[in-house]
């Protein structure tokens, strides 16, 4: 007897089918995937140790970073030396060129439209600098000898404080991605780039700066050149002379030392305003409760202002608008890391474990988030340390490669299209949906 031909397909169809049935479902991208095991908060190591992948710097645990007796521990991680220095300054450079072909999709120079161009200027004119312990930007941070990197308009450079050269190259390189994402932020390119004009010297910046410095008083001189010199070599500047009025940027801009760079300029670029549509919306409370905090005193916006605070209110806000709000600018430099990553992923074929290891830092404290309610960033100010995680690693090419799914949950991201988006005069393009944001 025959067996029917359908019958012969489904049984040769079944193993496959209830194989596929049986596959267990993706996890959720998170940060317990990158960190699944919480520390015991009674540990006494600070876990500085070596990558269990390769050994060219520690996972530094952030979860015991305010623990009692770890102070001097920490500070005395907040040294550096010539080869570490050297070897930061060459993964920042790495990180540049990705996040330069992060921003023009790879594409030929002469296929740039005039926003990546711009971009692309911000990115390349950035200055890399390795700090002594004692610099003063990192001692702003507050964090002596805890891993960590800013990024400066006014002289449009990047610090790198000392103990970052101390961890695993893969959080030195999301570290400086995310300041990279600082450099052409919208708070950023709604700024003007300036270079220092040509043949300018000490003498000159001096000179503008303190019109009459006085000779006698060696200290002061001292102190004029130090800062002079330290212009001259940043070499450009982003800023805002109309809202910096005391600036130093503004005053050598006023002396014509400071001249615009038209390349590096796009006020509103195509590729900010989807991501800007969703931060500034989610936001707005925190941006609203942060200008009563910090010009009223008060906890929350009251409801009523009298004419006086509204004029406190309104001059805060355009001293510092709502698009250089801390959280949305936070944000973006977190969504524009995992962006770089996505590229990593794609041009070094990265593990899962090397992936993970870049964002560690953030799994670390949201760990101690878990363990300590109320504890996180100050949430007015920063993104969760657990919605950090998922900004850097919730993009197509990082989630294939976790093997896990996206969370459902709406995240104010950059989009992977959105550097390509045409912006010569005369072009446009319908803004497409935020990853993450529902419609």
């Known amino acids: ?42 540990s006494n190591s600070l876990d500085l140790r070596k990558s269990p992948s390769e050994a060219d710097g520690v996972l530094f645990n952030f979860f015991l970073v305010h623990k009692p007796g770890r102070y001097n521990q920490i500070k005395a991680f907040d040294t550096t030396t010539e080869k570490l220095r050297k070897n930061t300054l060459t993964i920042s450079e790495e990180v540049r060129e990705r996040a330069i072909r992060t921003v023009t999709g790879g594409a030929p120079q002469g296929e740039w439209t005039r926003e990546q161009k711009a971009f692309v200027t911000r990115l390349k004119t950035v200055r890399f600098v390795v700090a002594e312990s004692l610099d003063q930007t990192c001692t702003a941070l507050k964090d002596p000898g805890i891993p960590n990197a800013a990024y400066t308009a006014e002289t449009h450079t990047i610090t790198i404080c000392p103990s970052l050269t101390r961890v695993h190259s893969q959080m030195i390189a999301s570290s400086l991605a995310h300041e990279l994402g600082h450099s052409i932020s919208p708070c950023a390119m709604s700024k003007s780039l300036y270079k220092i004009s040509p043949g300018t010297d000490v003498t000159d910046v001096i000179h503008c700066l303190w019109p009459s410095p006085d000779p006698e008083n060696d200290e002061i001189t001292g102190q004029n050149v130090r800062i002079a010199r330290q212009t001259l070599e940043a070499e450009f500047a982003v800023t805002n002379p109309e809202l910096s009025a005391n600036s130093e940027s503004a005053e050598l801009i006023r002396c014509g030392i400071l001249k615009p760079v038209a390349s590096g300029d796009v006020k509103s670029p195509v590729a900010h305003r989807q991501f800007l549509k969703c931060a500034l ?9 942060w200008l009563a905090q910090s010009q009223l005193g008060s906890e929350t916006m009251p409801k009523k202002l009298s004419p006086a605070q509204r004029k406190i209110i309104e001059r805060a806000k355009s001293l510092n608008p709502a698009v250089c709000q801390s959280k949305t600018e936070e944000t973006y430099a977190d969504s524009f890391a995992g962006q770089v990553l996505a590229r990593t992923v794609e041009e070094k074929d990265l593990s899962a474990r090397t992936i993970s290891q870049y964002a560690h830092d953030f799994s670390t404290v949201a760990c101690r988030s878990k363990l300590e309610p109320g504890y996180d960033f100050t949430p007015t100010l920063y993104p969760s340390a657990a919605d950090r995680v998922r900004l850097i690693i919730e993009t197509d090419s990082t989630m294939q490669r976790l093997g896990c799914e996206k969370d459902l949950s709406p995240l104010c991201a950059i989009e992977p299209e959105a550097f390509s988006a045409p912006a010569q005069p005369g072009t446009s393009r319908p803004p497409t949906q935020p990853q993450g944001v529902a419609k």
């Open 281 to 289: 919306s989610q936001n707005q409370p925190d941006y609203s409760n």
């Open 1 to 42: 007897m025959k067996t029917p031909l359908g019958l012969i397909l489904f049984f040769s169809l079944c193993p496959f089918w209830a194989a596929s049935a049986a596959e267990p479902a993706k996890p959720i991208c998170s940060w317990e995937l990158i960190r699944p095991v919480c520390e015991d908060p009674k």
